[in-house]
């Protein structure tokens, strides 16, 4: 009889961050000797970057349990359906039901800070017009992504943010994983870049079993590195 194989956690970080902000998170697991890797996220669409999280967690030994913060909840909520995810853990972020794009959840509450503080570039696409892509205004980063962030730290934050794409709004997730895998989410009770309501409301739908922590920002993984491990802890050892 084999022993139980830990599963592998994968981190996909949302928009208007890298890999990076994982840091705290990773050294967390790493200290309770969880494998952990933390891909890059392509910003580019929901649908591209949903099937190159789906090629990453294919491509790993084992069990998978999928993290997504913010925009990468979106994807892992399509991604979550490759055969050796086990579970999905949601860090202040969207969790989308099939057929329903980011746009249509955030519509049904009031808006963030977020909507109002994008600011719009515009990148080349090949064969096509330019497209249009979103950074958050460095001068609102603070207050609408890490308010609870040292400002040293903000400061280096809002100056290397990765755009997102426009055109990931209005993309239809084409699958809800947490309709087959157990989901456990973490609200961040103090985010101004997502609605918390948006939040509880779409780990509610998806019967995840939820943590909230009061006063934090969107940028929770970084402020609470410890607190976002702990749930992703349980989700490990709940599937594995």
Request: charged share 15%; proline share 7%; hydrophobic share 50%.
């Amino acid at each position: 009889m084999t022993a139980p194989t830990t599963p592998t956690v994968v981190l996909v970080h949302g928009a208007f961050a890298d890999a990076a902000g994982w840091t705290g998170v990773i050294a967390e697991l790493q200290r309770h000797g969880i494998p952990v890797i933390a891909p890059p996220n392509p910003l580019r669409g929901l649908a591209a970057d949903a099937a190159y999280v789906a090629s990453v967690t294919a491509q790993v030994d084992g069990p998978v349990v999928l993290v997504g913060h913010s925009y990468g909840g979106a994807l892992i909520t399509v991604a979550g359906t490759t055969e050796n995810v086990v579970g999905l853990v949601y860090v202040a972020a969207y969790v989308l039901e099939e057929g329903e794009s980011l746009g249509e959840l955030q519509g049904r509450f009031p808006t963030s800070l977020l909507v109002s503080n994008l600011k719009q570039w515009t990148y080349p696409v090949e064969g096509g017009d330019p497209a249009i892509e979103v950074t958050i205004a460095a001068d609102a980063f603070p207050s609408v992504f890490a308010a609870d962030v040292a400002p040293d730290v903000t400061q280096v934050l809002a100056v290397s943010q990765r755009p997102l794409a426009a055109a990931a709004f209005e993309e239809k997730a084409t699958a809800a994983a947490w309709k087959t895998k157990p989901s456990w989410a973490l609200v961040a009770g103090a985010d101004q870049a997502i609605n918390p309501d948006v939040e509880r409301f779409g780990a509610e739908r998806a019967g995840a079993t939820v943590v909230e922590i009061e006063g934090a920002s969107h940028a929770v993984a970084v402020s609470r590195p410890k607190d976002v491990a702990d749930l992703i802890r349980d989700a490990v050892r709940a599937t594995g």
